[in-house]
């Protein structure tokens, strides 16, 4: 298997609550090109599938974490919501599925983890042991 070559780049993570505070926006606005006045649909959608009641959920924590260069980063999170804070919630798009393949141990260890649940900050031990540094105070991601 082939997996992006991370060469440059640097494995770190951010604890987001300790830049932001509490209760950060978790979900995507929706895109609206004004030249075309299209959208992608998600407040619209979120709307006919919920109703007008739909409030967006509030993250309670979250880590972004992966691998960062001056150029580029390639990036997940991990979040937990309200309604269950001992469940993380991790959050990939195709273009970072590379940071979880190029990670099996990080893996392995959440799913040994699943039986009991964790916080955010035995997720950030967590991705300590697997090599990840934390950059949750740094100014800038990258140095």
């Not at 926006?25 to 979120?46: C, H, Q, W, Y």
Request: charged share 35%.
């Amino acid at each position: 298997m082939i997996v992006r070559d991370f060469t440059g780049y640097r494995k770190k993570f951010v604890q987001l609550t300790r830049r932001f505070g509490e209760d950060f926006d978790v979900l995507p606005e929706d895109e609206f090109d004004e030249e075309t006045e299209e959208g992608n649909g998600a407040d619209k959608e979120a709307e006919e599938d919920i109703g007008e009641t739909y409030q967006e959920p509030l993250a309670l924590d979250g880590v972004l974490f992966g691998y960062y260069s001056r150029e580029d980063a390639v990036e997940v999170s991990m979040k937990w919501y309200k309604s269950a804070p001992s469940i993380g919630v991790l959050e990939a798009d195709s273009g970072s599925w590379s940071v979880l393949a190029a990670n099996p141990e990080l893996i392995r260890r959440l799913a040994d983890a699943d039986e009991t649940g964790m916080r955010s900050d035995d997720f950030c031990a967590m991705l300590e042991t697997c090599g990840f540094v934390d950059a949750s105070d740094d100014d800038e991601l990258i140095d």
